[in-house]
């Protein structure tokens, strides 16, 4: 089955010429693909805000105490910087949110 996604403020009677000139029976209104998301805006610091908060869930998991500083460094590198990966591959986030993300590991590591 084919879908159409819709372009936000996108014009509704040229949306239903294309579905039906391409015979697309559906539209669907997700605002996540492959765990991306669908539009990013001009404030694409709220839009990836997701990457800080699923780097932080899998940090609070780790018990610091109970690691060496190899088992930090493997865990930091194979997890918590491949998280933001395809994402940075696919779109351009920002420097601040950047910074953040790398705040976010050092403060892990130099916790004790």
């Known amino acids: 089955m084919q879908q159409l996604f819709p372009v936000q403020g996108g014009d509704s009677d040229v949306r239903e010429t294309v579905m039906r000139e391409l015979y697309i029976r559906k539209e669907i209104l997700n605002e996540r693909y492959l765990g991306l998301p669908v539009y990013v805006r001009s404030n694409r610091g709220k839009v990836f805000t997701y990457l800080k908060e699923r780097i932080w869930c899998h940090i609070q998991g780790w018990k610091e105490k109970m690691l060496s500083r190899a088992g930090k460094e493997i865990l930091i590198k194979a997890v918590a910087q491949a998280i ?5 591959g696919c779109f351009d986030i920002t420097k ?3 910074s953040q993300i790398s705040t976010i590991i050092c403060r892990y590591w130099w916790s004790n």
Do not use: S
């Open 84 to 88: 933001p990966t395809f994402a940075m």
């Open 96 to 98: 601040e949110m950047c």
